[in-house]
């Protein structure tokens, strides 16, 4: 028997709420509901009961009645264009783009050339008084391999301010070297110098030389914000 539509949208906004937990596992994880059993409502073949609704409502954060009935909060204008995403502010919420990328080590592009694979979820106000910068400038990747630690773990979820590519301050940032990504704390030197250093011993420090960044052989991406990580 074919799907009826009212099916078909609640399919839709249900796969919203899943970009919006970030996948299908945070998002059982979250509200409770065996991963099998919210597979079958993202097929279709199932409908989930009110109590299974509230539930993702509790753990996403959606308007319960768009959830409901598809009105009023409309987000299909935050996925119809992914390479052109902007942040929006949804039910009181920020969404920043995510990025299926690992800083670390490992080719490939950049936010520039992927389009984000979903969106996290900020308060605004905890945006502006513990990270000082708006959601504008903001993107998240995740980070990868050990030379950040103890600080940065693998697999700790970063915020990054794309604004903040001049390192006029130490730091922690995103960094271009070659065609790898990795994230590294940032010291000034003389001479327009940066050094180059890791958290853990086991990785010795380096040298970036202003040239290098001038004829494009290294870049900085942005300056980590906010790191974290699922305990």
Known sequence: MPLNNSRQELKKRLRYCVDIAGSGNALADRSGIPRRTLESYLAGTAEPKASRLAAIIEATGVNGHWLLTGEEWKPSALHESPAEYSPRQLDGLDF??????????????????????????????????????????????????????????PGDVLLIDLHDIRAHRDGIYILRLDAALVVKRLQHLPGRRLLVKSEHPAYDPYELRPEEIENGAAAILGRVVWSGRRM
Do not use: K
């Not at 690992?102 to 389009?115: H, K, M, Q, R, S």
């Not at 979903?118 to 995740?142: C, K, M, N, T, Y």
């Open 96 to 153: 920043i783009p995510f990025y299926d990328i690992t800083a670390a080590a490992g080719e490939g592009g950049f936010i520039d050339e992927t389009p984000p694979c979903s969106h996290l979820a900020f308060q605004p106000d905890w945006l502006r008084q513990e990270i000082g910068v708006s959601a504008e400038r903001l993107a998240a990747i995740r980070a990868d391999g050990e030379s950040m630690t103890p600080i940065i773990h």
